[in-house]
C-alpha cells in the first residue's frame, strides 16, 4: 500500500517518512508541503538522511492524489481542510493527527466520514490510548469525590492550547462523569479566582524548550492523590501509531475511526 505524507517536512512528517520505510507493506508514494516552501522539489528520503526514495516533496495534494492509496495528515487545521476535501473528492483514505480543529472543521470532518475512511486521533501513542481507558475507569471509580486537572507541557514550537491530547483525556473524564466539557473546563487560572468548584476540570498549559509532549491528569480527593502521567521522549511512537492506523484504514470503506478502533480497544 502506498502512503502520502503531508506536512512532510516538519517535525512529524519527518518522523513519518522514517516510520513508513520501516513498515512491512507499506511505501513512500508522495509526500506534500506548504506551497512557497523552499524545500518543494527536493527528494523526501533526503529530507531524513535515507538517500533518494525518488519521492519530490509536492506543494498541493491534488498533484500528487493518484500517487497514494492512504494519506497521513500533520499540518495545521486550515491544511487538514484541504485535505479532507481533496480525499473525499478522489476516494482516498486519511489520517488525521493535526490538533486544534475548531467544532465546525469537526463536524466537516465528520461528514467527509460518510464517503471515506478516516483515522482522526490527538495521539497516537499507543501509551497515551492505553491512558485514556485508564482515566476513564479512574473517573467512573473516584467520581465527584475528587478534583481533577490536567496537565501538559510540551515543545515552545507548540501553536495549539491546551493540546489536542489533554482535551481528549478531559473529554473522557468528563463523559465518564456525565458532564459537559464545554461547560466545566477552567482553562488556567489567575487572580481572585475564589474556592475551586469540585465539578469543574482544571487545565494547565507548559511551553518550553523541547519536551516532545508530557500529560498528567491528577484526581485529589482529601488525604490522597492520584495521578496518570504520560510522557513522550521521542515522536517515533506518534509516528509508528500513525503509520500503523493507515494500514488499519486499507480494509475499511468508510466511516470516522480514531486509536481506541485501530488497537481494539472499543467498548
Ligand atoms: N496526533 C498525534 O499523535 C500528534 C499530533 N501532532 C500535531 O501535528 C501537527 C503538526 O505538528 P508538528 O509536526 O510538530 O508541526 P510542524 O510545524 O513541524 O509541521 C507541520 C508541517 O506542515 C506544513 N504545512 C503548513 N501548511 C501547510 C499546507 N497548507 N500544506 C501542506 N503542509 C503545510 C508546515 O510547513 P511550514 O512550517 O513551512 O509552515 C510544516 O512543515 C500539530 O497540529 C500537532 O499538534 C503532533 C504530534 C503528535
Ligand atoms: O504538537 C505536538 O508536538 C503534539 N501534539 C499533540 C497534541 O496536541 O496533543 C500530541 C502530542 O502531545 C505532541
Redesign the pocket.
Known amino acids: 500500500m502506498k502512503v502520502g505524507i ?2 512532510a ?5 519527518r518522523t513519518l517518512i522514517e516510520a513508513v520505510q520501516a513498515f512491512d507493506g507499506l511505501v513512500l508514494g508522495a509526500a ?4 512557497g ?1 523552499s524545500l518543494i522539489g527536493a527528494d523526501a528520503g533526503e529530507l531524513v538522511g535515507q538517500g533518494k526514495l525518488g519521492v519530490l516533496l509536492a506543494d498541493d495534494i491534488n498533484k500528487v492524489i493518484n500517487d497514494a492509496d492512504v494519506f497521513i495528515d ?3 487545521p ?2 487538514t481542510m ?1 485535505n479532507i476535501r481533496a480525499c473525499r473528492a478522489a476516494g482516498r483514505r486519511l489520517v488525521i ?4 480543529l475548531t467544532d465546525e472543521q469537526k463536524a466537516e470532518l465528520h461528514a467527509a466520514g460518510a464517503d471515506i475512511a478516516i483515522c482522526f ?5 499507543v501509551g497515551v490510548t492505553l491512558c485514556l481507558k485508564l482515566l476513564d475507569t479512574a473517573a467512573r471509580v473516584l467520581g465527584d469525590e475528587v478534583d481533577i486537572e490536567v496537565i501538559e507541557a510540551h515543545h515552545r ?2 501553536i ?1 492550547a491546551p ?2 491530547t489533554a482535551l481528549a483525556m478531559g473529554e473522557v473524564v468528563a463523559s465518564a462523569l456525565g458532564r459537559d466539557l464545554k461547560d466545566c473546563a477552567v482553562y488556567g487560572r489567575e487572580g481572585r479566582t475564589g474556592a475551586r468548584d469540585r465539578k469543574t476540570i482544571g487545565f494547565e498549559t507548559i511551553r518550553a524548550g523541547d519536551i516532545v ?1 508530557e500529560h498528567t491528569v491528577m484526581f485529589a480527593g482529601e488525604g490522597e492523590r492520584i495521578e496518570i502521567t504520560h510522557k513522550a521522549s521521542s ?1 517515533m511512537n ?1 509516528a509508528r ?2 503509520v500503523r492506523a493507515a494500514a488499519w484504514l486499507a480494509e475499511r470503506e468508510r466511516g470516522v475511526f480514531d486509536m481506541q478502533d485501530v488497537l481494539g480497544l472499543r467498548d
Open positions: 503531508i506536512g517536512a516538519g517535525r512529524m512528517g506534500v508541503d506548504v506551497p516552501s500533520f499540518t495545521i486550515e491544511a484541504v493527527g493535526t490538533t486544534g486521533a490527538a495521539n497516537y501513542s514550537h507548540k495549539d493540546s489536542g509532549g515522536r506518534f501509531g500513525a
